[in-house]
């Protein structure tokens, strides 16, 4: 008998921690749950403000290249619903995002999640949620109203979901990146805003990489829209090729470095 409790102990005891991790799990979930429903409240009180700044500027654009080009070839057609499509991306996932966020640290917003006994990486990832949901409703609307006003046909693949989470969330990144490291809300504002002006007609997201300077050239292989760009024109045209699978590669870097850099350098307050 005196041999037999040890081993009772050994069997209850595996058996006792899955239950703590589990229970450790539904937690964390229950937890990004919780963060995700505050972001989305925050979003449901100006839906409207959103859905119209994210698309009126790239519908606008779309609107002006459709009554400025004359007898365009089907792929000028899909580079400029592209182009609008990443330009609604930029509009909302890195200008607005970066400014949203910022003006919230330094207003002191984030006491409050810091008065929480909740994880970092939970709220990060809550950000990106958001940034991905105020992103999302802008893109598909452009892609479909360009195909109405063109009157051309995108080819679909399975392969586009994945280029399409990652393009956002390479952005949304990037935005959030900005808005967290960024020294003062004045900073954030001129820096969000040149990137808009740059990132939209100063790389190759609306025009071929061989139009523009080779200074301009070297300088748009460090923004993620140049690769959001390339990969939807592939998949559009011609399906899932190997050019899609170096920028889905680039993209999910882009996504991981931006997170890490977050998760580093994010400070719940602003030091008075």
Known sequence: MGTERPLVQEAVQPHGERAAEAQHIRQ???????????QFAEI????IWIFFMASMF???????????????TPEAMIRIIVGNMVFAVIVMGINALAQEISWQKHQGHFVYYASLPI??????????????????PSVVIIAAIGQLIYGIHFHYSFGLI????????????????????SPNHQFTN?????????????????????????????????????????AFRDLFIHGWTHAVTVNTAVLSGYVILSFLVIYRFVEWRVER
């Open 28 to 38: 964390k979930l229950n937890e990004i749950w919780i963060l995700f429903r505050i």
């Open 44 to 47: 449901r009180e100006s839906w």
């Open 58 to 72: 790239p519908f606008s654009t779309l609107l002006f290249l459709k009554f400025y080009t004359v007898n365009p």
């Open 119 to 136: 994880s970092k990486l939970n709220f990060v990832l809550a950000v990106f949620l958001r940034g991905f949901l105020t992103s999302f």
């Open 162 to 181: 994945p280029v399409f989470l990652l393009s956002m969330l390479a952005c949304v990144g990037i935005g959030t990146m900005i808005g967290f490291v």
């Open 190 to 230: 001129l820096l969000a805003q040149t990137l808009l002006m740059v990132i939209s007609f100063l790389s190759p997201v609306m025009v071929t990489m061989e139009m523009l300077p080779k200074m301009l050239q070297w300088l748009s292989y460090l923004f993620p829209t140049t690769y959001v760009a390339n």
